[in-house]
């Protein structure tokens, strides 16, 4: 919470005067829930050009300073003009209410909800650098560029069949081999994903798909933050274009782990490559069903109170 409290603590604005009607307001919207991690008042007059009133951002500065406050999705929600400012001011978006109409915390509620679940991840080591953005709620763009062409087809099947938007983008050491590229691929498109649930509430968290191509391939996945990757079948062929078939599994199961998803995996056929591809398909399938918001969006799929 932030406000301005024009002479507080001066004879025409006794502190206690003002600490009754503040703790009113502040146990009332806890009785339902709301809370405040932290109060920020600025006592001055706005003729004192102080640093701390708002719209400046001076009593939020070490705020910023010792948090990582996630921007996109941080909202500054108030009824003046100033609190817009303040948001322009910090890089936030606002949100304006309107004190006289009931509905209002509806809207504020419905507005920060059906914004598009989304994230960017950058990552970057000696053997890779990687940017991947997705968007959840959006089935495209899809780019993907990581130097193997098969992969980019797996990955562009997964986005494909999943209904996410993939921007993805490698440099990796190929003139090395395949493998820090496929692993760090699915390091940084696993985080994005998780990063773009959010806290998960109205998700179905589970997936289940058996797609048939020429080849059968059955997945489950649980999106429950206890990633488990477990899989059955085979691949005769040492690789496909220049994708090592080794590197297939190690992608799943890195990925599980930077997702935080319990996946099982099993196919069977003849042909190595439709084998692979009914792979990257079934993941994405069973993520377009996980990921699925329905019913409340105010539940989480679990009775743990967390996922």
Known sequence: MVTNQDGLGTESFLE?????????VIDLLSSQNITFEEVFICPHYESDMCECRKPRTGLLT????????DKARSYVIGDRDTDLQLADNLGLKAIKINP????????VSDAILSQ?????????????KITAAVNLDSASPLSINTGIGFFD???EQLGKHSGISIELQCNGDLEVDEHHTVEDVSITLGQAIKESLSNKRGIGR??????MDDALATIAIDLSDRPFFKFKGEFRRESIGELPTELVLHFFYTFSQS?????????SGEN??????????ALGRALSQALNVSGNKKDLPSTKGTL
Not at 62 to 69: A, C, F, G, P, S
Not at 100 to 107: H, S, T
Not at 206 to 211: R, V
């Open 259 to 267: 997702l935080g998803a319990n996946i099982h995996l099993s196919v």
């Open 62 to 69: 070490q705020l910023l300073v010792d948090r990582n406050i």
């Open 206 to 211: 589970y997936g289940f798909t058996l797609p």
């Open 100 to 107: 006289k109409n009931d509905d209002e915390w509806i809207r």
């Open 16 to 24: 206690a005067d003002f600490e009754r009607c503040q703790n009113f």
């Open 272 to 281: 190595d490559h439709h084998k692979i591809e009914a792979c990257f398909k």
């Open 116 to 128: 598009d679940r989304m994230a960017v991840v950058s990552r970057e080591t000696n053997e890779t």
């Open 153 to 155: 087809h797996m990955i």
